[in-house]
C-alpha cells in the first residue's frame, strides 16, 4: 500500500507570519523545522498503519523546505520546481491516498494565511463557480486518476472548507484561527502526535471514493492582485479578459488547471 503526503507551511502548528514561509530570516528557519517534524509524524502514522510506500511532495513556496537529511528514511522525497503537477507531483493511479500536512483555506476565505498558490499573485480561484482552495486544485487532481483524500491538517478554517467539499476526509486541526496572522495552536509535539494517530486511522480506516468538487472540463476563474498580472496572463490566446483584474480559461482536466495556474503564478512574480 503506497500513501502520498503533500506537506505545506502555512498551516502547520505555530506557524501564523508570513515571515514563517519567507526564506532568509529566523523564523522561516524554525518554521521549516515544525514542517519537517509534522512531515515525519505522518510518515509515522501512515507506517504504522500498513504502507509499505510512502512519497512525500516538498509544496511551499520554492518547494525545498524540507530538511532533507531529517525525512524519515521510510518515504521518498519530492522537492523543487517547477514541476508539472505542483503540490501533488508524485502522486499515481495505484495509491491508496492522499494525506495533505500543513494546509489552510483559500485566497479570499477567513483562515490563517489563507491563500492559493501564491498570496501575491491569486486574490481568488474559482473553478466551475466554486471557491478553489488547494486542497479543491490537488486533491482534485488525485481524484481524477483515482485517488482519494483521506486526511488533511491545519486550522479549524481548512477544517470548515473540508467539510463543504471534501466530507470524507478527516480534518485534522492543529490549531484554531485568530485571524489572517494569529492563532491558537497546539504545542508543535502535541501537534505531531495528534497528526501521527490521526494519519494512522486515516490510512487503516474504510477508503473513502475519490471526490472531485467539481467535474472537468473546468472553466478557472483567476483574479489577480493586480491589473498587470492579468494584463500578462490574459496575452495568452486561450484566456478571456473578464475585468481589470480577472481572466478566465478552460481546460479538460485538474492537471491542465495545475499547470497553466502555476505559470500565471511564475509571470505574476515578473510584473508585480
Ligand atoms: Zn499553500
Known amino acids: 500500500m503506497r500513501i502520498f503526503i503533500s506537506v505545506d507551511i502555512e498551516g502547520v502548528a505555530g506557524v501564523v507570519a508570513s515571515e ?3 526564506r532568509g530570516n529566523a523564523d522561516y528557519e524554525l518554521a521549516r523545522r515544525l514542517m519537517t517534524d509534522e512531515t515525519n509524524a505522518a510518515i509515522a502514522g501512515a507506517a504504522e ?7 512525500v511532495a516538498d509544496s511551499h513556496g520554492p518547494m525545498t523546505n524540507l530538511i532533507a537529511a531529517e525525512i524519515d528514511p521510510r518515504a521518498r522525497l519530492v522537492s523543487g520546481k517547477p514541476r508539472p503537477l505542483s503540490m501533488i507531483q508524485g502522486v499515481r493511479p495505484d ?12 485566497a479570499g476565505r477567513r483562515g490563517v494565511l489563507a491563500h492559493t498558490i ?18 479543491t486544485l490537488f486533491a482534485g487532481h488525485a481524484a481524477e486518476i483515482g485517488v482519494p483524500l483521506l486526511a488533511a491538517s491545519g486550522d479549524d478554517c481548512l477544517a470548515r472548507d473540508l467539510a463543504d467539499q471534501f ?27 495528534l497528526i501521527r494517530q490521526e494519519v494512522a486511522a486515516a490510512v487503516s480506516g474504510p477508503r473513502p471514493a475519490a471526490r472531485m468538487v467539481t467535474d472537468p472540463p473546468l472553466r478557472v476563474s483567476v483574479r489577480f492582485v493586480t491589473q498587470i498580472q492579468a494584463d500578462v496572463a490574459a496575452l495568452l490566446p486561450f484566456c478571456d479578459r473578464e475585468d481589470s483584474t ?16 502555476a505559470t500565471f503564478s511564475f509571470a505574476a512574480m515578473g510584473v508585480s
Open 95 to 106: 495509491d491508496h491516498g492522499v494525506v495533505l500536512i500543513g494546509y489552510h483555506a483559500a
Open 49 to 55: 498503519a500498513g504502507a509499505t510506500e510512502i512519497a
Open 246 to 261: 480577472t481572466v478566465s480559461f478552460e481546460v479538460a482536466s485538474y492537471a491542465e488547471a495545475i499547470g497553466v495556474l
Open 167 to 193: 466530507p470524507e476526509a478527516r480534518a485534522i486541526i492543529v490549531k484554531e484561527a485568530l485571524g489572517a496572522a494569529a492563532a491558537d495552536s497546539l504545542a508543535p509535539r502535541a501537534s505531531c502526535d
Open 118 to 135: 501564491n498570496s501575491r499573485a491569486f486574490s481568488r480561484i474559482d473553478v466551475n463557480g466554486v471557491q478553489a482552495s488547494e486542497a
Open 20 to 22: 514563517h514561509g519567507r
